[in-house]
């Protein structure tokens, strides 16, 4: 009932911007934080940004004044716009969600997108 699908990844230059989307398609629980996590080559995924259901946002250190979350509720949609992206940007990028409407800094996440590909080179 809870069916999170990623699009918005492609390849771009340093400095270019890109625009994350993840729709959660299930019927249900549309309600949930959602959130960012991005996983490179031989690296653990890490934390990318969240968003809550109030509206209250939260950044890795290594993405505040980059990146911005936001989430659209009628259209059941969150974003990630990525701008001045970096070579250290690029990994897979995976929309996730804990079955909780608030976001904690070690989250349990219930559900995961697939993940999308962003590249960026020099």
């Known amino acids: 009932q809870v069916r999170l699908v990623e699009s918005g990844g492609g390849s771009v230059q340093a400095g270019d911007s890109l625009r994350l989307s993840c729709v959660n398609s299930g019927r249900a629980y549309d309600n949930l934080a959602m959130g960012w996590f991005r996983q490179a080559p031989g690296k653990e995924r890490e934390f990318v940004a969240a968003i809550t259901w109030s509206l209250l946002t939260y950044y890795a250190d290594s993405v505040k004044g980059r990146f911005t979350v936001s989430r659209d509720n009628n259209k059941k949609t969150i974003y990630l716009q990525m701008n001045n992206l970096k070579p250290e940007d690029t990994a897979v990028y995976f929309c996730?969600?804990?079955?909780?409407?608030?976001?904690?800094?070690?989250?349990?996440?219930?559900?995961w997108g697939q993940g999308i590909q962003v590249t960026v080179s020099s």
């Open positions: 996730a969600a804990p079955h909780n409407v608030n976001w904690t800094p070690s989250p349990r996440i219930a559900y």
